[in-house]
């Protein structure tokens, strides 16, 4: 390498914490599972952008009975923990929810409280039935519990990045999830 370009990823990446084909199994036994509970029932699946952008792209595929797709984008308040639940749609949906099934769909829970507002939000659109589905869920910082019917992994205490999750808005493009260890001075 030459002074002049640029390492492909800076030395922030730590090890692989799952790979892209333990992911696609995940997705798979969601999709499955999915399919058996909703067969017959007019479901909409709502995500956040952009996290779960390729979340939500692979569990739409291994989908197998009709459903369609709609996106909300939010902004959060507040520098606190306390106050990150705070947010604001930024986009709406597109699609009205009433007298429907609708699952959200969501990347990573922490602490609860974008799930908890978002399901809050939902819930008064009067539909049918609302359940969660989430990809990692990391309990230890919960702060708001949350119902989640669909659940891909259990994750401990680690930030991690990849796969549509991000930070400071790089390495969504990752294939597998990584645990992301920056430079302590960086932080
Ligand atoms: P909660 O409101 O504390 O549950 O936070 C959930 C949101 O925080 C997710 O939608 C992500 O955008 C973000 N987030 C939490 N943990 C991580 C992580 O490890 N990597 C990337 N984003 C994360
Ligand atoms: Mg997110």
């Given at each position: 390498?030459?002074?002049?370009?640029?390492?492909?990823?800076?030395?922030?990446?730590?090890?692989?914490?799952?790979?892209?084909?333990?992911?696609?199994?995940?997705?798979?036994?969601?999709?499955?599972?999915?399919?058996?509970?909703?067969?017959?029932?007019?479901?909409v699946?709502v995500?956040?952008?952009?996290?779960?952008?390729?979340?939500?792209?692979?569990?739409?595929?291994?989908?197998?009975?009709?459903?369609?797709?709609?996106?909300?984008?939010?902004?959060?308040?507040?520098?606190?923990?306390?106050?990150?639940?705070?947010?604001?749609?930024?986009?709406?949906?597109?699609?009205p929810l009433d007298g429907r099934h609708v699952?959200?769909?969501?990347?990573?829970?922490?602490?609860?409280?974008?799930?908890?507002?978002?399901?809050?939000?939902l819930r008064?659109r009067q539909p049918a039935s609302l359940?969660?589905?989430?990809?990692?869920?990391?309990?230890?910082?919960?702060?708001?519990?949350?119902?989640?019917?669909?659940?891909?992994?259990?994750?401990?205490?680690?930030?991690?990045?990849?796969?549509?999750?991000?930070?400071?808005?790089?390495?969504?493009?990752?294939?597998?999830?990584?645990?992301?260890?920056?430079?302590?001075?960086?932080?």
């Amino acid at each position: 390498m030459n002074s002049t370009s640029l390492p492909p990823w800076p030395g922030d990446i730590g090890p692989v914490f799952l790979t892209e084909e333990q992911i696609q199994q995940a997705v798979n036994r969601l999709g499955a599972q999915i399919s058996q509970d909703y067969a017959g029932k007019d479901l909409v699946m709502v995500g956040i952008l952009k996290g779960v952008l390729f979340f939500i792209a692979d569990l739409l595929r291994a989908i197998t009975v009709p459903v369609t797709v709609d996106f909300l984008a939010i902004a959060r308040y507040g520098p606190s923990e306390q106050t990150r639940g705070v947010v604001h749609l930024t986009k709406d949906l597109n699609e009205p929810l009433d007298g429907r099934h609708v699952l959200f769909v969501e990347d990573i829970i922490d602490t609860g409280l974008t799930t908890h507002f978002i399901m809050r939000t939902l819930r008064l659109r009067q539909p049918a039935s609302l359940k969660a589905c989430v990809l990692l869920n990391r309990n230890r910082r919960r702060i708001i519990d949350v119902d989640l019917a669909y659940v891909g992994f259990e994750i401990p205490d680690i930030y991690v990045v990849g796969y549509g999750l991000d930070f400071k808005e790089q390495y969504r493009n990752l294939r597998n999830i990584v645990k992301f260890e920056p430079d302590e001075t960086a932080r």
